[in-house]
């Protein structure tokens, strides 16, 4: 069945392209951007370092632990906001600072949290000063996990992968607000690639 058809698809795309290049679309700097593709491949390799997934489904800022002896933290989309305003504030960062600010509770893991879902929950810091107040953070290659299994049950290649997916700046672009739903219609974020 056609629900949409094709001249609506169409017209979604040239909305698309339109926003890829207008000069409303915030301008990245290409060597912010690839300093934090560093960072994150490079997160995803030192074992030491918890992995962060995205999953609505677990409370955020409680651990589990996989097989593999890789801690594994629950979050929402708090990490890649972060990510985005340190990028839109020029700013990089260091895997040595960001285990640190882990370790001390200070690496913003949760938007905010509902009612007692912070009893005992490891990391409690929400993303507060790094909020997008204008912006939404969209994703352009999902990064759903798209599996009940449980953490500990998932193949740690699979949770490495959605990490570099949730936290790489090279699958995010950002919305202005009062347009983000655009950035959850394929056709749209086909033009963002």
């Known amino acids: 069945m056609v629900l949409i058809g094709d001249e609506i698809r169409n017209q979604i795309s040239a909305i698309g392209r339109l926003?890829?290049?207008?000069?409303?679309n915030p301008k990245l700097s290409s060597d912010i951007i690839e300093a934090w593709d560093r960072l994150v491949l490079d997160w995803i390799e030192d074992k030491t370092?918890?992995?962060?997934?995205?999953?609505?489904?677990?409370q955020r800022g409680h651990t589990y632990y996989?097989?593999?002896?890789?801690?594994?933290?629950?979050?929402?989309n708090t990490v890649a906001?972060?990510?985005?305003?340190?990028?839109?504030?020029?700013?990089?960062?260091?895997?040595?600072?960001?285990?640190?600010?882990?370790?001390?509770?200070?690496?913003?893991?949760?938007?905010?949290?509902?009612?007692?879902?912070?009893?005992?929950?490891?990391?409690?810091?929400?993303?507060?000063?790094?909020?997008?107040?204008?912006?939404?953070?969209?994703?352009?290659?999902?990064?759903?996990?798209?599996t009940k299994?449980?953490?500990?049950?998932?193949?740690?290649?699979?949770l490495e992968e959605h990490f570099r997916k949730y936290a790489s700046p090279k699958n995010m672009f950002l919305l202005p607000q009062s347009i983000g739903g655009l950035g959850e219609i394929s056709e749209f974020i086909n033009e963002q690639k």
Do not use: Q
């Not at 926003?19 to 409303?24: G, Q, V």
């Open 19 to 24: 926003w890829r290049f207008s000069e409303h």
């Open 49 to 58: 370092m918890p992995l962060i997934v995205r999953r609505s489904k677990e």
């Open 66 to 76: 996989h097989p593999s002896g890789r801690e594994i933290v629950v979050s929402d």
């Open 81 to 146: 906001i972060w990510i985005s305003n340190k990028i839109l504030n020029s700013e990089t960062e260091t895997l040595t600072h960001i285990k640190e600010m882990l370790e001390n509770d200070e690496f913003p893991i949760a938007f905010a949290f509902k009612k007692n879902e912070k009893i005992g929950a490891k990391y409690t810091k929400t993303l507060g000063k790094y909020a997008l107040k204008d912006w939404k953070v969209c994703h352009i290659d999902a990064i759903g996990l798209n």
């Open 149 to 158: 299994a449980k953490i500990e049950d998932i193949p740690i290649t699979v």
